[in-house]
C-alpha cells in the first residue's frame, strides 16, 4: 500500500520537477496545436453524430444508419476494401517474397516501378485506367485492340474498384512484408532446408508464416486506404452509380452543403469505426502467433534456376500493363485536342499543358495554391514535429502519448471524415478574430497540418531513437537551456529525418485529394480535386494534362529525394531497395 | 568551498529502490571513486548529483546550497557541475574547438575569451594540434581526451565521469589513468568518477565509496578499504579477497585470536572487537602461502594449479569445510600435482566486523 502511494506521488511529481520554464510553454504550444486541429474537431464530430441536438440520440443515428441507400453504401464499403485489400496481400507479398528471396535480375529497378504507383495520386491513377482501357483508348488503339464499342466502361464497375484499388495499395503490403522478410535469419532458412524442405514448401511452411506479422500490418494499412481512397472510389464509383460510404458522404455535401453535416457526422463515424476495427482485426490476426524473430538477417537467396527468365518477364509484364499501360494513355490523352483522337505527330499539341499552366487561371490558381499550401504545411509540420518527438521519445508520460495517438489517428481517418470534422469545428466564427475560415484557404491548411502531422512525426522518431540522449544530456551540463540544446545539438542531429518527414508531407499533400475535397470552394481549389472535376466536366485531355503535371512534380521530388538521400536515415525513402 | 554533502538519499524506480539512504560527505578538491557492481545504483547516484533525477528522499548539497530534494531540484544546467559521459557524448556537427567551447559559448563569453580557454583545455590533454577536426575523425583515446577538455574548459566545480574508460582498449586504459591523476592535481577540482572496476579505483581515487545494492556499504580511503574492510560484500569485492569462517574470537590489544579451521592465529581487528563465538576473515591471496616443512597450517586438496608466470595459482578446497574453494599463489616452481593434499599458512587477516 505504501508503495503504490509512494509511486504515484512520484509520477506526479516528476515531470514538473524535471521541466524548466522553456519546456512547459513548448508543450503547452503542442498540446494546443492537437487540441485544437485534432482531438476537438473529432470530439465534435462524434457529439455531432451522436447528440445533434445537445442530448444524445441514437434513435435518429439508428434510423439513419437503417436507410437503404446507408446500407448500400457501408456494404459496398466493406466489399472493395476487403476484396482489394486481399489482392493487395497477394501481389504485395509476391513482389516482396521474389525481391528479397529470390535471385530474379534487375531488382532495383523493379523495386522502384512498383512503389512507384503509390506516390502517383489515386485519381490520377483512376484516369489513366479509365482512358486506357476506354473504347477510344490511344493506346489499344495503337496495339491494334480495341474493346468494343457501347455498353459501360469496364472499369465502371465493382470489380474495376476492386482491381485498382488493390493495384494501388499492393506496394503498401509490399514495404511491410519486404521489412519482415529482410528480418528473417537465413540459419532459419538454412535449418529447415537442412531438415528436407525444398524451396516451395520451404516458402509456405517457413517463411511466410514467419512475415506474419508483417503481412498483417500491411494488410491493415491497405484496407484503410482502401477504405478512404476517394480518388479511386469517386472516379469509378460515381459513374458506375457503386456508392461507397465516403462517395455517399461527398454527394450528398454536394447536393445539401452544410445542412447535411449532421447526418453526414454519422456516416463519417460509422467509417471510422469501420476504420478501426479493421485495424484492430489485422492487428489481432497479426500478433496471434507473432513469432519473435531476432539476429541480423543475412539475405537467402532462393535460385530460381531456369525459371527465371519466365518470372521476370512476367514480373515485368505486370508492370508493363499496370503502370506504363494506364501512364502512357493519360500521356497520349494529355497531347492530343479531343479524347478518342488518333494520335499522330499531326495531331500533337500542347495546347491541353499550356492551358492548364498558363490560360485557364483557376487551374493555374489550383497549382498555386496548393503549391503555396503544402510549402506552410511542410514548414510548419518540421517544427512542430521536431519538438513533439523531443517529448514523445525522451520525455514520454501519459499527456505526451495522448498528444501522439491523435497525431496517429487524424492521420489513419479517412480524409474526408476529418474534412467533415473540420467543417463542423470551423464553421461557426473563431472566438476572437470573429470570421469563420470555412471556404477559405486556412480551413483547408489546418486540416492538412492534422491530417499528416503523423506523417512528419514519423521518421523523426526514427531520428530520436537513433541519437544517444547523452548528447543533450552534455549539452545541459554545459548550461545549455531547452531551446538553445533543441537550436545547437538536437536540431542539427534530427534535422536529416526531419527533412524526410517533410518530403513524404509534400508529396503527399501537393496532389491530395481526399481531405481538400469536401473543403474546396468556387474560390479556393487545390489541384488534387481538379482532376475530378475537369473529368467530370467532360475535359478529359485537359485532366489528363493536369494528371500528367501532377505525376511530374511528384518524379521530381523523387528524384531531388534520391539525389539528397545519403544524408537522409536509411529507409525512409519507399521506393528504394 | 564546494563541499557535497549527501544526506539519506533515496531513489526509486516502479517501486523499487535503487538507492537507499546514502550519505556522503565529499570535500572540495577531493577524487572521489564510486565502486560497486553493475547495476548497484552508480549512475543513479551520478544523475541525481547532476540534476537529471530528483531524489524521493534525502538532499544534495553542493556547497552551501541544497540542489536536489523532493521538493525543489536544480536544473542540471544551472549547477556548473561537468559530467564526461561513458561514450563520450561528443556532438559529432561540431569540431573539436566547437565541442570545447560550447559551455562558455552558452555563458556568452567573447569569441577571444573562448578560443583562448578552450585552447588551454586541449593543451592539458595534449590536444591543442586537433582542434579543427571532427569527433568521427578521432581514436577512442582521443575522444576521452576531447571529452576531458570539454569539461574542464567549462571550469565546473565538480566533474562527474561515468565509467570513462570502460570502452577503451586495456593499454590505453593505464594511460588514461595517468591522465586523470594529473588532470585532478592540474584543476584540483573535486571528482566524482563512477566505476565497477575496484582496481581502477584504487589506482585513482583519494577515498572510495563502495555501493552495493543501493546502499553506501563502506566508504574509506583504499588502503583502510583493502585492509579493514568492514562488510564481507567489501571484503570479497576489493583485491580478489577471501573471506574465511573463524572461531573463537577473542579480542587483543588492537589484535584478535582466532580459531582458523582448528588453528589458533593472530590476525587484526578492530579495537572494540568483542568476544565472540564465530566470526569471518579476510584475507587477501597475497597473506596465504604453503606452510614450509614442519609448520603448522590447515589442509587443503589441490583443486587446479594454474600457471602465471611469475607464480602458480593454486586453488583448493578446505579439507575442513569441503565447500570452501581458496587460491593462493605459489612460487612458479614448486611443482604442485593436482589432487594433492596442501598445508596452508595464513599470515595477515583481518576480523570482519558484527553487522550493526
Ligand atoms: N530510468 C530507469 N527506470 C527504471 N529503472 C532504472 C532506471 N535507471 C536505472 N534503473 C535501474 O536501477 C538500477 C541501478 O541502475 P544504475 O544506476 O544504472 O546501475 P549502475 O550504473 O551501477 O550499473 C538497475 O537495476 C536499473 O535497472
Ligand atoms: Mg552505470
Redesign the pocket.
Known amino acids: 500500500m505504501a508503495l503504490i502511494a509512494m509511486e504515484k506521488v512520484e509520477e506526479r511529481r516528476r515531470l514538473p520537477a524535471l521541466l524548466p520554464k522553456a519546456e512547459w510553454v513548448v508543450l503547452g504550444l503542442l498540446v494546443i496545436f492537437v487540441a485544437g486541429l485534432s482531438f476537438a474537431p473529432l470530439l465534435r464530430l462524434a457529439i455531432t453524430a451522436i447528440a445533434p441536438a445537445g442530448v444524445i440520440d441514437l434513435g435518429h443515428v439508428a434510423e439513419l444508419l437503417w436507410k437503404k441507400k446507408v446500407l448500400t453504401a457501408s456494404t459496398n464499403t466493406l466489399v472493395v476494401a476487403l476484396l482489394s485489400t486481399l489482392l493487395a496481400m497477394v501481389l504485395g507479398t509476391v513482389a516482396a517474397a521474389l525481391t528479397v528471396l529470390t535471385d530474379m535480375r534487375f531488382k532495383t529497378a523493379w523495386v522502384f516501378a512498383f512503389v512507384l504507383p503509390l506516390m502517383i495520386p489515386p485519381q490520377v491513377t483512376a484516369l489513366a485506367w479509365v482512358q486506357a482501357f476506354s473504347p477510344s483508348s490511344p493506346v489499344l488503339g495503337l496495339l491494334g485492340l480495341s474493346l468494343h464499342d457501347g455498353g459501360r466502361h469496364p472499369l465502371y464497375s465493382p470489380g474495376g474498384i476492386i482491381l485498382l484499388l488493390g493495384f494501388y495499395h499492393a506496394p503498401l503490403v509490399f514495404l511491410t512484408v519486404r521489412a519482415a522478410l529482410r528480418r528473417l535469419p537465413a540459419e532459419l532458412v538454412e535449418a529447415a532446408r537442412a531438415a528436407g524442405a525444398t524451396s516451395w514448401p520451404l516458402i509456405f511452411t517457413i517463411i511466410l508464416p514467419l512475415a506474419r506479422a508483417g503481412l498483417f500490418a500491411g494488410a491493415a494499412l491497405a484496407f484503410v486506404s482502401s477504405i478512404s481512397n476517394f480518388g479511386i472510389q469517386a472516379m469509378l464509383g460515381i459513374p458506375a452509380r457503386y456508392p461507397t460510404l465516403i462517395t455517399l458522404i461527398y454527394q450528398q455535401m454536394n447536393s445539401y452543403g452544410p445542412s447535411a453535416l449532421a447526418d453526414m457526422a454519422v456516416l463519417a463515424l460509422l467509417l471510422s469505426i469501420l476504420t478501426i476495427v479493421g485495424v484492430a482485426i489485422s492487428g489481432w490476426l497479426g500478433q496471434r502467433g507473432d513469432v519473435r524473430v531476432d539476429g541480423i538477417g543475412r539475405s537467402l537467396e532462393i535460385r530460381l534456376g531456369r525459371w527465371r527468365p519466365i518470372v521476370e518477364a512476367v514480373s515485368w509484364l505486370f508492370i508493363v500493363l499496370t503502370m506504363a499501360l494506364p501512364l502512357s494513355a493519360l500521356v497520349a490523352t494529355s497531347v492530343v485536342t479531343g479524347f478518342g483522337q488518333e494520335l499522330s505527330w499531326k495531331t500533337l499539341t500542347l495546347v491541353n499543358y499550356a492551358n492548364a499552366l498558363v490560360h485557364q487561371a483557376s487551374i493555374r490558381n489550383a497549382f498555386l495554391t496548393s503549391l503555396l499550401l503544402t510549402s506552410i504545411t511542410v514548414a510548419i509540420l518540421m517544427i512542430v514535429s521536431l519538438f513533439m518527438a523531443y517529448f514523445i521519445v525522451w520525455k514520454r508520460g501519459p499527456l505526451v502519448r495522448v498528444l501522439h495517438l491523435f497525431s496517429e489517428l487524424t492521420y489513419a481517418l479517412p480524409g474526408i471524415i476529418l474534412a467533415v470534422a473540420m467543417i463542423l469545428f470551423f464553421l461557426r466564427p473563431l472566438p476572437v478574430l470573429g470570421f469563420s475560415i470555412y471556404g477559405t484557404v486556412w480551413i483547408i491548411l489546418a486540416a492538412y497540418l492534422s491530417s499528416f502531422l503523423a506523417l512528419a512525426l514519423r521518421p523523426v522518431l526514427g531520428g530520436f531513437a537513433q541519437i544517444d540522449r547523452a548528447m543533450e544530456e552534455a549539452a545541459q551540463v554545459a548550461g545549455a537551456g531547452f531551446l538553445a540544446r533543441m537550436r545547437d545539438v538536437i536540431i542539427p542531429l534530427v534535422a536529416p529525418a526531419a527533412v524526410a518527414g517533410g518530403v513524404m508531407v509534400f508529396m503527399s499533400a501537393l496532389n491530395e485529394i481526399q481531405v481538400s475535397i469536401l473543403l474546396v470552394s468556387s474560390n479556393v481549389r487545390t489541384i488534387g480535386p481538379m482532376v475530378v472535376f475537369l473529368e467530370e466536366g467532360g475535359s478529359s485531355t485537359l485532366a489528363a494534362a493536369v494528371g500528367c503535371l501532377m505525376i511530374a512534380a511528384v518524379l521530381i521530388l523523387m528524384l531531388a529525394a534520391t539525389c539528397f538521400s545519403r544524408y537522409l536515415p536509411k529507409g525512409v525513402l519507399p521506393w528504394q531497395n | 568551498m564546494a563541499d557535497i554533502v549527501i544526506s539519506d538519499l533515496s531513489k526509486m524506480y516502479g517501486g523499487k529502490r535503487v538507492l537507499d539512504r546514502v550519505a556522503m560527505h565529499i570535500v572540495d578538491g577531493e577524487f572521489i571513486a564510486v565502486l560497486g557492481p ?1 547495476g548497484c545504483g ?2 543513479t547516484l551520478l544523475r541525481l548529483l547532476a540534476g537529471f533525477e530528483t531524489p524521493d528522499e534525502g538532499t544534495i548539497q553542493l556547497g552551501d546550497r541544497i540542489v536536489s530534494s523532493r521538493e525543489a531540484n536544480v536544473p542540471p544546467e544551472k549547477r556548473n557541475i561537468g559530467i564526461v559521459f ?1 561514450n563520450y557524448a561528443l556532438w559529432p556537427h561540431m569540431s573539436v574547438a566547437d565541442n570545447v567551447g560550447y559551455a562558455l559559448k552558452i555563458a556568452g563569453a567573447s569569441t577571444q575569451e573562448r578560443l583562448q580557454r578552450s585552447r588551454d583545455a586541449l593543451a592539458v590533454v595534449g590536444m591543442e594540434n586537433l582542434a579543427e577536426r571532427a569527433p568521427s575523425d578521432l581514436s577512442g583515446g582521443q575522444r576521452q581526451r576531447v571529452a576531458l577538455a570539454r569539461c574542464l574548459a567549462a571550469k565546473p566545480s565538480v566533474m562527474l565521469l ?2 570513462p574508460l570502460a570502452n577503451l582498449d586495456v593499454h590505453l586504459r593505464a594511460a588514461m589513468e595517468n591522465e586523470f591523476v594529473r588532470f585532478h592535481r592540474h584543476t584540483g577540482a573535486t571528482m566524482v568518477y ?1 566505476t565497477h572496476d575496484q582496481s581502477e579505483a584504487m589506482a585513482l581515487a583519494d577515498r572510495i565509496a563502495v555501493i552495493d545494492r543501493g546502499r553506501l556499504v563502506q566508504f574509506d580511503r583504499p588502503r583502510d578499504l583493502y585492509r579493514e574492510p568492514q562488510s564481507e560484500m567489501v571484503a570479497r569485492f576489493i583485491g580478489n579477497g577471501q573471506v574465511l569462517p573463524v572461531q573463537d574470537v577473542r579480542p587483543d590489544a588492537d589484535a584478535a585470536i582466532v580459531s582458523i579451521f582448528g588453528k589458533d592465529h593472530r590476525v587484526r581487528a578492530r579495537r572494540s572487537e568483542q568476544v565472540r563465538s564465530s566470526a569471518r576473515l579476510s584475507v587477501h591471496t597475497s597473506a596465504m602461502r604453503l606452510a614450509q616443512p614442519g609448520e603448522d597450517g590447515f589442509a587443503g586438496k589441490v583443486e587446479r594449479v594454474i600457471y602465471r608466470g611469475n607464480h602458480s595459482q593454486v586453488d583448493f578446497l578446505v579439507t575442513a569445510e569441503p565447500d570452501l574453494q581458496l587460491t593462493l599463489h605459489a612460487p612458479a616452481d614448486v611443482a604442485i600435482p593436482s589432487d594433492d593434499t596442501i598445508q596452508v599458512c595464513i599470515s595477515d587477516g583481518w576480523v570482519i566486523p558484527a553487522a550493526a
Open positions: 553493475s552508480k549512475t561513458q561515468d565509467e563512477i
